[in-house]
């Protein structure tokens, strides 16, 4: 059975000699491997494709019992030539792939995280000036389109703006974020401060282009760290440890 998807690679490795396996991010199938039989060698089928952080449509088999997938062929949508060759691009843009492929492993279909990565990456190629949060909203935005998606906006208790309250508080459980006075129970708490509660409403409601360039005052980076640490760990089960995302 053949089907065609616009993908994203993640990762490309080689066994035997010609032929290369390739992980890769899709929006209806998840993060899945698949085989490229003479992938290194083959220019016709894969002209220009087969390198990491490229948007690609493949046409993918599926074998007999269903065990494996094959490219058959591919054709370039978008390549990243300026980040591969900019390491203070690179870096950021393989974390939020890493981030990405610690998420989505399985089959599910994730289409609107798929169209959250396409276009990290092209923002990441076409601009050099982003910023140094870049990896952590992304993954604040994937734990928001996941559905765990507090309001950054007003206390739910009070309607108090907290882009003007004091100490507006993050529980992490909860999925809440109140104001000093409403922000009751037990569980994890972050207090976040206007910049950082408005910058993450921004994340929640806007594509990246709205929040690739956010510049956080000093005093404002440990909060926000420590927000989107909090929500990956306990909504997603993720940590970053030792150059990885492992489970927690
Ligand atoms: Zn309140």
């Keep these: 059975m053949d089907f065609t998807e616009s993908s994203i690679i993640l990762k490309v490795g080689s066994f035997r ?5 390739v992980r890769l991010a899709t929006p209806a199938h998840g993060v899945v491997t698949a085989f490229a039989f003479g992938g290194s060698r083959s220019r016709r089928r894969f002209m220009g494709c087969l390198d990491p952080l490229n ?28 980040l591969r060759a900019d390491a203070a691009r ?25 169209a959250l990565l396409a276009e990290a990456l092209e923002v990441m190629e ?14 604040a935005k994937v734990v928001f389109l996941q559905g765990y998606a507090p309001g950054f906006g007003a206390c739910p208790r009070c309607g108090k703006d907290l882009r003007t309250a004091v100490a507006p508080t993050l529980l992490v459980e909860q999925g809440v974020v109140a104001c000093a006075e409403h922000a009751h129970g037990s569980g994890r708490r972050v207090v976040l401060d206007p910049w950082t509660v408005d910058l993450l409403e921004t ?21 926000l ?17 030792d ?5 927690v």
């Excluded at 076409?126 to 993954?139: G, N, T, Y």
């Excluded at 760290?225 to 440890?241: I, M, N, P």
Aim: proline letters at 6%; glycine letters at 8%; a positive charge.
């Design 203 to 223: 994340v929640r409601m806007r594509g990246v282009r709205r929040w690739a360039d956010a510049v956080p005052p000093d005093a404002s980076r440990r909060r």
């Design 225 to 241: 760290f420590d927000a989107v640490d909090a929500l990956v760990r306990y909504h997603l089960g993720l940590a970053w440890e």
């Design 126 to 139: 076409a601009r050099a000036d982003l910023s140094p949060l870049l990896p952590l909203l992304f993954r």
């Design 55 to 82: 948007r690609v449509d493949f046409q993918f088999r599926r074998s007999g019992r269903g065990e494996y997938l094959y490219l058959m062929e591919g054709r370039l949508v978008r390549g990243c030539p300026e």
């Design 243 to 247: 150059g990885r995302f492992r489970r």
């Design 90 to 114: 690179l870096g950021p843009a393989v974390n939020c792939v890493k981030f990405y492929e610690a998420v989505f492993e399985g089959p599910d279909g994730t289409e609107e995280s798929f």
């Design 17 to 21: 000699e010609i032929d290369l396996w």
